[in-house]
Nanobody, 115 residues
Framework: QVLLVESGGGLVQAGGSLRLSCYFS????????MGWYRQAPGKQRELVAA???????YYTDSVKGRFTISGDNTKKTVYLQMNSLKPEDTAVYYC?????????WGQGTQVTVSS
C-alpha cells in the first residue's frame, strides 16, 4: 500500500522560506506526474506545482517565481521549495499524482505564514 508522508511545514513570517518534503512508501516511484496541492480553510484543494509526465514543471500563477518543485527518484521524495512566502500561502500542503488516479491522501503538512 502506498503511503505519502509530507513534512517540513511550520510557522514562518511573511517573506520567509520553507522546504516541504513528500516521501513515497511504495515500490514503484517516479517524480514525473507528481504534484503539490494545498487546501486553505474553507477552500477547495488546489494544485500549486507539478512535474508533468514529460518532466516539465507547472506552477499555478500565484506561486510562479516563488515556489520550485523537484524530486529525487532514488529517495522516492518530492520537494517543494517555497520562498517569499505570503500570508495567503497559509494552508495544509499535500503531495499526490498530478493527474489520473490519486494515491491515498497523506496527512499533509501545515504551513502558516504570519504577516
Amino acid at each position: 500500500q502506498v503511503l505519502l508522508v509530507e513534512s517540513g511545514g511550520g510557522l514562518v513570517q511573511a517573506g520567509g522560506s520553507l522546504r516541504l518534503s513528500c516521501y513515497f512508501s511504495g515500490t514503484l516511484f517516479s517524480i514525473n506526474n507528481m504534484g503539490w496541492y494545498r487546501q486553505a480553510p474553507g477552500k477547495q484543494r488546489e494544485l500549486v506545482a507539478a512535474i508533468t509526465s514529460g518532466g516539465y514543471t507547472y506552477y499555478t500563477d500565484s506561486v510562479k517565481g516563488r515556489f520550485t518543485i523537484s524530486g529525487d527518484n532514488t529517495k522516492k521524495t518530492v520537494y517543494l521549495q517555497m520562498n517569499s512566502l505570503k500570508p495567503e500561502d497559509t494552508a495544509v500542503y499535500y503531495c499526490n499524482r498530478r493527474m489520473g488516479s490519486y494515491y491515498p491522501w497523506g496527512q499533509g503538512t501545515q504551513v502558516t505564514v504570519s504577516s
